[in-house]
């Protein structure tokens, strides 16, 4: 179970990876009107990251709703075979406040990982090679 969390880890990092090379790749000439009116790489740095923790943050929020949703859909399913007979009652769903932190924590931890490399790329881009190729 844990493997398949991993692959599930991993392609979510590289999905981000991906989308956010993309919207280098399409605001070439947005970046580099904003370096040419006087934008920093640091602050072009620091817009991507952003971007990339909102997409780990509504990834969070997402996945925790819709693991919550599931679990109540199908939670009595699952447990309901010869390992849990013994229980009277199928377990109640619930989520620790401290739960929630880890998942949300480890979310837009990956995302800010995932979008260093693009947000270094957006913050290298010249402004004259971004406005020549748009």
Do not use: H, K, W
């Amino acid at each position: 179970m844990q493997a398949v969390a991993a692959v599930g880890v991993l392609a979510a990092a590289f999905g981000i990876v991906n989308t956010l090379l993309t919207a280098v790749y399409e605001r070439r000439r947005e970046i580099g009107i904003l370096q040419a009116v006087g934008s920093t790489r640091r602050t072009l740095f620091a817009s991507f990251m952003l971007e990339s923790a909102l997409y780990g943050l509504f990834g969070g929020l997402l996945g925790i709703a819709i693991g919550l949703l599931c679990a109540q859909l199908f939670g009595s399913y699952l447990t309901d075979n010869a390992f849990t007979a013994s229980l009277r009652q199928a377990p109640a769903v619930s989520l620790g406040a401290g739960t929630l932190a880890i998942t949300m924590g480890l979310s837009i931890g990956l995302a800010l990982i995932a979008g260093l490399y693009p947000a270094y790329r957006a913050s290298r881009l010249s402004p004259v090679e971004a406005m020549r190729y748009a």
